[in-house]
């Protein structure tokens, strides 16, 4: 088998997942704020239940697709075609005009706004629905991608252990250039001199559209990825993880599987909120500072076989799970020290008080410790996420039999970028309600700096949720980590239970 991947190949792999995470990218950090600037904040954390329902309801159909009737390329091509289209609705949607329903507030007694409402094709709805329904839509084609282009690039990729890591590092570009493109190109100044993101306007929407219609038809000049399995008999187990569920009676498995579970619970806020703590602080540009983390995260997919070797599945995850009790503790700490002086004034020039220096245009307040706290936070990206995920992965390849890791893999997906996720912006939902509201049942507007001191509100019972299952993974994971080989390498069998 040949080793060497011609340049075209590895040309065209790298501009499919740049621009498959361009994509996600352009919109998934900002479109809360969005949501909040156009009457819909009504229920709008509902958003981020989007993408993990999409990875839980789609792969079961389209993986079935991929494996017996249709080429990979083509149903990645169909899946970014219908996904850039339903896209292309949400400034639409965004846009129209909505009516106030008003309710009697039991606490007050008083008449008050609940929720906006819209007319459809004669159907009245809430505003924050109709959009979160729309957002689904676009999901349930978007989240299968993730696992098909990865799919695609190893079938062609002749040794895809090492050299898939380094495509799929344009991933992670396509998402930083995403933000950049965003914060940097069409964040204004208003008529009155007020700064306008660009987190708040539908281009977020037009670019993901318009970059998901472009990779549509860039799928179809991809390499031909016929189904391997076409013709064969179908068996139910294979698409219900049955015989991956058998692994549950490993100790080591089960307790990796029901702790990654939990521990996507409190990391699903992150994504939610984090960009609207950064508004609170008068932080402009939200889409890079949100996204430096991103750029470290990168780093550390070159440094993963390292910690593999010298830290071991359970201290990696363990460090992981540390991270994000660090991480919240931190953007506490910082909403704690009071906004950022605002880095302009009424008529556009740059506010005097203003801690920090403005270059191309956008403001760093590097003087401010609450800016500094909160970057701090951010910077833990690499470990947060990949010491979860991409150990998560290398271990259940150690420990499963080989004709059943894929079943295994999608279970692992399953728990913890689907359902996980999906209880975590739930709770992330009920949580966040809970500390912006007022004794009075009145909402508290998040992104205002008066919102500050209710931010530890959110972060803290968090980072307590994720120091728990820091202390029960640390005390009931047994895991003995397989030999080395000279070469540094995991030598076969794989890992067992100590």
């Known amino acids: 088998m040949p080793t060497s991947v011609p340049p075209y190949l590895r040309t065209r792999l790298s501009v499919m997942l ?15 704020r969005y949501m909040i600037a156009h009457e819909m904040a009504y229920n709008a954390f509902y958003l981020y239940t989007a993408g993990p329902l999409g990875a839980i309801i789609a792969p079961f159909f389209l993986g079935l697709c991929v494996d017996r009737f249709f080429n990979v390329e083509r149903v990645l091509a169909a899946c970014f075609l219908i996904a850039g289209c339903i896209m292309l609705a949400l400034p639409w949607l965004g846009s129209l005009p909505a009516q106030g329903i008003y309710h009697d507030n039991p606490m007050t007694g008083a008449h008050e706004l609940a929720w906006y409402a819209i007319t459809i094709c004669g159907c009245t709805v809430a505003k924050s629905t109709a959009f979160n329904l729309a957002i689904l839509a676009h999901m349930l084609f ?15 990729l002749p040794n895809g252990g090492e050299q898939f890591p380094l495509v799929r590092l344009w991933g992670t570009f396509g998402w930083i250039a995403a933000g950049l493109v965003l914060a940097l190109g069409f964040t204004r100044l208003g008529d009155g001199g007020q700064l306008i993101e660009a987190g708040e306007t ?3 929407f037009v670019l993901g559209a318009c970059s998901s219609l472009v990779l549509g038809l860039f799928c179809l000049t991809l390499p031909r990825t016929p189904p391997l399995r076409r013709g064969q008999p179908f068996h139910l187990p294979e698409l219900l993880f049955l015989d991956a569920w058998r692994e549950m009676r490993q100790w080591p498995f089960a307790i990796y599987t029901i702790s990654s579970f939990l521990i996507c619970i409190p990391l699903a ?36 076989p390292m910690f593999l070797r010298r830290l071991g599945i359970k201290r990696m995850i363990a460090i992981a799970a ?31 008080a203003y801690p920090g220096v403005v270059v191309m245009g956008m403001p760093i307040p590097y003087l401010h410790l609450g800016f500094l706290l909160m970057l701090a936070g951010v910077a833990l990206h690499g470990i947060c996420y990949d010491f979860l995920f991409v150990t998560g992965q290398v271990f259940v390849d150690r420990v499963t039999a080989p004709q059943i890791r894929g079943q295994a893999q999608a279970m692992n997906i399953f728990f913890t970028q689907g359902l996980g996720l999906y209880v975590g912006a739930l709770v992330a939902g009920w949580l966040s309600q809970s500390a912006f509201t007022d004794a009075h049942g009145h909402a508290i507007t998040a992104t205002t700096p008066e919102a ?46 100590a």
């Not at 740049?18 to 809360?32: H, K, R, V």
């Not at 609170?280 to 997919?301: K, Q």
Request: hydrophobic share 55%.
């Open 322 to 352: 540390l991270a994000w009790v660090l991480r919240y503790a931190l953007f506490s700490w910082s909403a704690g020290q009071g906004a950022i002086a605002a880095p302009f004034l009424a008529d556009g020039g740059l506010n005097p």
């Open 18 to 32: 740049f621009l498959q995470f361009f994509i996600w990218g352009s919109w998934y950090l900002t479109a809360y």
């Open 452 to 497: 500050l001191a209710d931010w530890p509100r959110l972060w803290w019972p968090l980072a307590g949720m994720a120091a728990a299952v820091l202390v029960v993974f640390w005390l009931t994971f047994h895991y003995r980590e397989p030999k080395a080989t000279p070469g540094g390498m995991p030598a076969e069998p794989a890992g067992t239970p």
């Open 202 to 204: 539908s281009v977020q």
């Open 269 to 304: 806020a992150y994504y939610a909120n984090l960009q609207n703590q950064l508004g609170a602080m008068n932080l402009t540009h939200a889409s890079i500072w949100a996204n430096v983390g991103t750029w470290l995260e990168a780093g550390m997919l070159f440094l993963m």
């Open 142 to 156: 978007y989240m299968p991608t993730l696992g098909l282009t990865a799919t695609l690039a190893f079938r062609h």
